[in-house]
């Protein structure tokens, strides 16, 4: 499964922005889509998860009530809607496809990743 996740930008505190996630390749493997985010010279953290037939979703306390995860099978396409940013959401935020069902905030069992997209938030 191939990734490729977009929608990063800059926005001022209270703002809103949509990361996307397009998957393309042998999609009918994938068990979850997570977001995971990164900021320099700190390990990387769960942000929000989708199952892919289910629909059951699953959110890091931080960003509870802020993000939504959704999907659109039909296009193989993952959405994370951001509002409320603030200045620690700033981050390189990927995208990840897991095979496997399990804890959705345990990256090791997502088997691929997309390139990342940087989400600054602005005072």
């Known amino acids: 499964v191939q990734l490729q996740a977009s929608g990063g930008g800059l926005v001022q505190t209270g703002g809103s922005l949509r990361l996307s996630c397009a998957a393309s390749?042998?999609?009918?493997?994938?068990?979850?889509i997570g977001w995971f985010r990164q900021v320099p010279g700190k390990a990387r953290e769960f942000v929000a998860a989708?199952?892919?037939?289910?629909?059951?979703?699953d959110y890091e306390d931080s960003v509870k009530g802020r993000f939504t995860i959704s999907r659109d099978n039909a296009k193989n396409t993952v959405f994370l809607q951001m509002t409320s940013l603030i200045a620690e959401d700033t981050a390189v935020y990927y995208c990840?496809?897991?095979?496997?069902?399990?804890?959705?905030?345990?990256?090791?069992?997502?088997?691929?990743w997309g390139q990342g997209t940087l989400v600054t938030v602005s005072s």
């Open positions: 989708v199952r892919w037939s289910g629909g059951n979703t």
């Open positions: 390749g042998p999609t009918f493997t994938i068990s979850m």
């Open positions: 990840a496809a897991s095979r496997y069902s399990g804890r959705s905030d345990y990256a090791p069992l997502y088997t691929s």
